[in-house]
Nanobody, 127 residues
Framework: QVRLVESGGGLVQAGASLRLSCAAS????????VGWFRQAPGKEREFVAA????????YYAEAVKGRFTISRGVAENTVYLQMNSLKPEDTANYFC????????????????????WGQGTQVTISS
């Protein structure tokens, strides 16, 4: 059974950095796509960043481009989200999601494009 576990969230001041980790277990092959999404209270879950397994292509939401970087760890069952220059509007619960199997690029930024989800890690940015 696939399990995704996020870690690295916390409370920091605006301008600080955090690195989130998503560790996958239950599958020997690397996921074909891993995405990060976030959800703030009263808002819908929104796409943050994604990375594909075969090509290593990365995708970012406009709101985080230039500040966030998604990458795979040396142990490819781990994906990181480096978040720099954090803003209060980045405050949310951050979830990682994974998919084994082909996913069209159209769906990489959509929650429906992923099969497995973690429980989330809270990120709070104070002004």
């Amino acid at each position: 059974q696939v399990r995704l576990v996020e870690s690295g969230g916390g409370l920091v001041q605006a301008g600080a950095s955090l690195r989130l980790s998503c560790a996958a277990s239950g599958r020997t092959a690397s996921a074909d796509a891993v995405g990060w999404f976030r959800q703030a209270p009263g808002k819908e879950r929104e796409f943050v960043a994604a990375i594909t397994g075969s090509t290593g292509n990365t995708y970012y939401a406009e709101a985080v481009k230039g500040r966030f970087t998604i990458s795979r760890g040396v142990a490819e069952n781990t994906v990181y989200l480096q978040m720099n220059s954090l803003k209060p509007e980045d405050t949310a619960n951050y979830f990682c999601a994974a998919r084994w199997g082909y996913v069209h690029s159209t769906f990489i930024t959509e929650p429906g494009g992923y099969t497995f989800w973690g429980q989330g890690t809270q990120v709070t940015i104070s002004s």
